[in-house]
T-cell receptor, first 112, second 124 residues
Framework: AQSVTQLGSHVSVSEGALVLLRCNYS??????LFWYVQYPNQGLQLLLK??????LVKGINGFEAEFKKSETSFHLTKPSAHMSDAAEYFC??????????FGGGTRVLVKP | GAVVSQHPSRVICKSGTSVKIECRSL??????MFWYRQFPKQSLMLMAT?????????EQGVEKDKFLINHASLTLSTLTVTSAHPEDSSFYIC????????????????????FGPGTRLTVL
C-alpha cells in the first residue's frame, strides 16, 4: 500500500526566504507523486507531479520538487517565499485505481 | 485547461433533508471522478470513486446509502447527502481524472486528478 508522510504540520518562513516542505513516501511500486496547494475555502490546485521522467520537477509559481528514491522523498522547495504562498500544501501518491493518498498537509505562514 | 467546477459552493440545510452537490469537468471528459471529504484543519479523505455508466465504488466505512453518487455523463458526477445530520457538516471536494499518456506496463501513465473548488456543507 502507498502512503505519504509530511513532516511538520506548520512551517513559518520570512518573505524572500527559502520554502522547504518535506514529504516522504512509501510505495511497493515506482510511485507517481504530486504536490497540491489549497488556499482557504478552496479546492486543490496542482503544483507539480512526478511521473518517472526527470527527478527534478518544476511546477507553477516557482516551486520545484526533487524525487530521491534512495531517501524515498519528494520535498517541495521555492527559493524565495512570497506572501501569496501562504496556504496549505499536500503531498500525494497515486495508488491502485488511480486513487490518491494524501499526506496530512503542511500549512505555510509567510511573515513580512 | 483541466477545469473542474462544483455547485453549490456553500449550502446550509436542516437536519433530515437531502443535499445534492454537482461536480463538472468543464473542458475535458472524465470517465472517473472522485469524491473527498475534508474536516477542518485535516487532510482529504477519499469517500468514493465515481465511474461513468457504472456504480460508484465506496471506501471502507462510507455509507453508500447515505452518500449517493451518480455519474450520469462524462462531464458530470453528483453526490447526494441523504437525510443529512450535523455530523455530515464538512467540506466536500470532487476531482476529475484526466487521462494522460499511457506508459508501458499499463500503470496509468500521466493520469492526473484535477480538483473542484469544494462545497461547504453545514447541517443545522
Amino acid at each position: 500500500a502507498q502512503s505519504v508522510t509530511q513532516l511538520g504540520s506548520h512551517v513559518s518562513v520570512s518573505e524572500g526566504a527559502l520554502v522547504l516542505l518535506r514529504c516522504n513516501y512509501s510505495s511497493s511500486v515506482p510511485p507517481y507523486l504530486f504536490w497540491y496547494v489549497q488556499y482557504p475555502n478552496q479546492g486543490l490546485q496542482l503544483l507539480l507531479k512526478y511521473t518517472s521522467a526527470a527527478t527534478l520537477v518544476k511546477g507553477i509559481n516557482g516551486f520545484e520538487a526533487e524525487f530521491k528514491k534512495s531517501e524515498t522523498s519528494f520535498h517541495l522547495t521555492k527559493p524565495s517565499a512570497h506572501m501569496s504562498d501562504a496556504a496549505e500544501y499536500f503531498c500525494a501518491v497515486r495508488a491502485a485505481g488511480n486513487k490518491l493518498t494524501f499526506g496530512g498537509g503542511t500549512r505555510v505562514l509567510v511573515k513580512p | 485547461g483541466a477545469v473542474v467546477s462544483q455547485h453549490p459552493s456553500r449550502v446550509i440545510c436542516k437536519s433530515g433533508t437531502s443535499v445534492k452537490i454537482e461536480c463538472r469537468s468543464l473542458d475535458f471528459q472524465a470517465t472517473t471522478m472522485f469524491w473527498y471529504r475534508q474536516f477542518p484543519k485535516q487532510s482529504l479523505m477519499l469517500m468514493a470513486t465515481s465511474n461513468e455508466g457504472s456504480k460508484a465504488t465506496y471506501e471502507q466505512g462510507v455509507e453508500k446509502d447515505k452518500f449517493l453518487i451518480n455519474h450520469a455523463s462524462l462531464t458530470l458526477s453528483t453526490l447526494t447527502v441523504t437525510s443529512a445530520h450535523p455530523e455530515d457538516s464538512s467540506f466536500y471536494i470532487c476531482s476529475a481524472r484526466l487521462a494522460g499518456v499511457r506508459l508501458a506496463g499499463g500503470r496509468g501513465g500521466t493520469d492526473t486528478q484535477y480538483f473542484g473548488p469544494g462545497t461547504r456543507l453545514t447541517v443545522l
